[in-house]
Antibody, heavy 129, light 106 residues
Framework: QVFLVQSGPEVKIPGASVNVSCKTFGYTFSGHGLSWVRQAPGQGLEWMGW????????KSEQKFQGRLTLTTDTSTSTAYMELRSLRSDDTAIYFCARDKDSFLGYCSGGACPSSLDFWGQGSLVTVSS | DIQMTQSPSTQSASVGDRVTITCRASQNIVTWLAWYQQKPGSAPKLLIYKTSNLVSGVPSRFSGSGFGTEFTLTISSLQPDDFATYYC????????FGQGTKLEIK
């Protein structure tokens, strides 16, 4: 069975950084990309970025470029999301989610990311002074 | 960036109703569109991928259609478990979610 288990809630002051982990179980970690998606309180879903554990390739929404770093540790099948220079409007639940389709080694339409079939439980990040 | 516009934002319906949710893309995304269901306090659940492919275990009352810039999610006969928020997602170029459609009990 596939599971994604995320780290616990965080409270940060504005300007700080946060690191959220996503440990995966039940599948070949390098075989599927992972996306990070966030959801502000009472709001919709916002895609942030994607990483391939196979080759470390990353893609991200332009608004996060310069603040977002995605990494993976293949030895522990864990993905990490670091967001820097936090602001109050970064307060949200952060989800990791697995690509449904296997990563074929290159990105094209419908890949990087693909649809997202398994999700972590979410990690609440609160940014407040 | 590709923008996704869902309509309606909120829909009131009754058990047994046929419900249709629309998602429009700001540019051609071919068939690279997925639909998710989210209930309060839970992560989203993938229902349909590549426009019309039902995920294993999802009831057959859910269906999807469309191509290019116009897509629909249809629930043929609404059940009590279906009252939730639904999101479309494009994954033709990077990814974008629609703003969501909340399905409420009438």
């Amino acid at each position: 069975q596939v599971f994604l288990v995320q780290s616990g809630p965080e409270v940060k002051i504005p300007g700080a950084s946060v690191n959220v982990s996503c440990k995966t179980f039940g599948y070949t970690f390098s075989g599927h990309g992972l996306s990070w998606v966030r959801q502000a309180p009472g709001q919709g879903l916002e895609w942030m970025g994607w990483i391939s554990p196979y080759n470390g390739d990353t893609k991200s929404e332009q608004k996060f470029q310069g603040r977002l770093t995605l990494t993976t540790d293949t030895s522990t099948s864990t993905a990490y999301m670091e967001l820097r220079s936090l602001r109050s409007d970064d307060t949200a639940i952060y989800f990791c989610a697995r690509d449904k389709d296997s990563f074929l080694g290159y990105c094209s339409g419908g890949a990087c990311p693909s649809s997202l079939d398994f999700w972590g439980q979410g990690s609440l990040v609160t940014v407040s002074s | 960036d590709i923008q996704m516009t869902q309509s309606p934002s909120t829909q009131s319906a009754s058990v047994g109703d046929r419900v249709t949710i629309t998602c429009r893309a700001s540019q051609n995304i071919v068939t690279w569109l997925a639909w998710y269901q989210q209930k309060p306090g839970s992560a989203p659940k993938l229902l349909i991928y590549k426009t019309s492919n039902l995920v294993s275990g999802v009831p057959s009352r859910f269906s999807g259609s469309g191509f290019g810039t116009e897509f629909t999610l249809t629930i043929s006969s609404l059940q009590p478990d279906d009252f939730a928020t639904y999101y479309c997602q494009q994954y033709d170029h990077l990814s974008t979610f629609g703003q969501g459609t909340k399905l409420e009990i009438k």
